[in-house]
């Protein structure tokens, strides 16, 4: 950890602590509504349900208390609504019988700590957790988010100072539209 931040990681957030982040989970995401075809934000009622599931780890970032940063690990990929527990599995029978197959939901800084160490200190946090316990983690990111940010690059450069890390592709999901209209 570096600066002010604290990072901390619960099981289970209760009604005040959702009151707490909501807003920060809200500003990160409510602006993908228009740049991602997939869905990026929960209702609140959603948001608050995933908070107090212990089947997924919420790392929390403060600053001076403030809530700024958060990271959601599910340690249960069933805990996934929008990923196939079974694909993953299958493919990781090994991680799964040592409890090390993890997918993380979703990683998001309030916009205004993004240029902070709040961000890069929870990813620090949260590598360190994975080469710890020696996880295979599966992980999905909008393609708006990894062409601007190049988020899997960043993840990839920091996790390789600590870790040995080997990273695949596994899947791509593409959304189209299309304009119909009548030949006259």
Avoid: C
Wanted: no cysteine; aromatic share 10%.
């Amino acid at each position: 950890m570096t600066g002010r931040t604290a990072v901390s990681t619960v099981r289970h957030l209760g009604p005040d602590d959702v009151e707490a982040w909501w807003p920060v989970y809200e500003a990160a995401f409510a602006p993908m509504a228009t740049r991602a075809a997939a869905r990026h934000l929960l209702t609140r009622d959603e948001f608050a349900e995933e908070m107090g599931d212990d089947r997924i780890l919420k790392l929390l970032a403060r600053d001076e208390g403030r809530a700024v940063a958060m990271t959601t690990i599910a340690t249960d990929v069933s805990a996934v609504p929008w990923i196939s527990p079974d694909y993953y599995r299958a493919k990781h029978p090994e991680a799964l019988a040592r409890n090390a197959l993890w997918y993380v939901g979703y990683t998001l800084a309030h916009p205004s700590e993004r240029r902070t160490t709040a961000f890069v200190d929870m990813l620090d946090a949260l590598i360190d957790m994975l080469a710890d316990g020696r996880v295979t983690v599966g992980y999905d990111v909008s393609r708006f988010n990894d062409l601007s940010h190049h988020f899997a690059d960043h993840l990839f450069r920091r996790a390789r100072r600590v870790s040995d890390l080997t990273a695949d592709e596994v899947d791509v999901q593409t959304y189209y539209t299309a304009t119909f209209s009548r030949r006259r």
